[in-house]
């Protein structure tokens, strides 16, 4: 701990065995987590409130011994990632929060001091929402009839070009020919980009009432 960073000081933690996946692959999900301080090293009783809700937050973080109020993040192992993991946490009370609040005070008093300051988050109104009529169910559904019948107009063409081509052609013997110009205009309407185009408005047209 003299030479290196507190974020980069190991520590080791004695298991009987390794807990494992069926794969048998460590499972790092049941290791002991956070872990424990050494025997007769308790934790300072801070209390309720902000600071004491904070501490238990850099205990699960940091899994390390909270010493009292002077207790600093990045001195007991906190890092970029552990900082990130912190605020996380803080934003399901605290929203505003961010990782510059914690940089600007890593104080374990501090930030609780700081927290408490804040201004409460707004109240989320809960409102209660109507389920759907059934007669705008009966109207939803019947509209899925035209859309359906619109989108098998667009086969039809494709049916009958092939059908004209094959006639012309002779490919087959029992297909009757269809006036090309019926087979054109289908076409125009149906399947060009600008037929479909004015389908659309007009569709959008009819349910405004415009």
């Not at 309720?48 to 899994?63: E, F, I, K, N, S």
């Not at 940089?103 to 930030?111: E, I």
């Not at 004209?164 to 009757?176: G, I, P, T």
């Amino acid at each position: 701990s003299e030479a290196l960073p507190a974020a980069l000081v190991p520590r080791l933690v004695v298991v009987d065995e390794l807990p494992t996946r069926t794969s048998g692959k460590v499972d790092r999900d049941a290791l002991p987590w956070p872990v424990g301080g050494a025997e007769g090293e308790d934790d300072i009783d801070l209390g309720g409130g902000t600071l004491g809700w904070l501490a238990g937050l850099w205990r699960d973080v940091l899994a390390a011994q909270i010493d009292g109020p002077e207790a600093d993040f990045y001195d007991l192992g906190g890092g970029s990632l552990s900082a990130a993991q912190l605020v996380a946490a803080l934003r399901q009370r605290y929203p505003q929060v961010t990782v510059a609040d914690l940089y600007d005070h890593p104080r374990l008093g501090s930030l609780a001091g700081y927290l408490d300051e804040l201004d409460p988050p707004p109240a989320v109104e809960i409102r209660a929402v109507a389920p759907v009529s059934r007669l705008t169910q009966a109207v939803q559904t019947a509209l899925t009839v035209p859309l359906a019948m619109l989108t098998g107009m667009q086969w039809v063409v494709w049916l009958a070009i092939a059908n004209n081509v094959a006639s012309e052609l002779s490919l087959v013997d029992w297909v009757s020919p269809i006036n090309w110009w019926w087979v054109l205009g289908g076409f125009l309407l149906f399947v060009s980009p600008p037929g479909r185009m004015g389908i659309a408005v007009f569709g959008a047209r009819v349910l405004i009432g415009d």
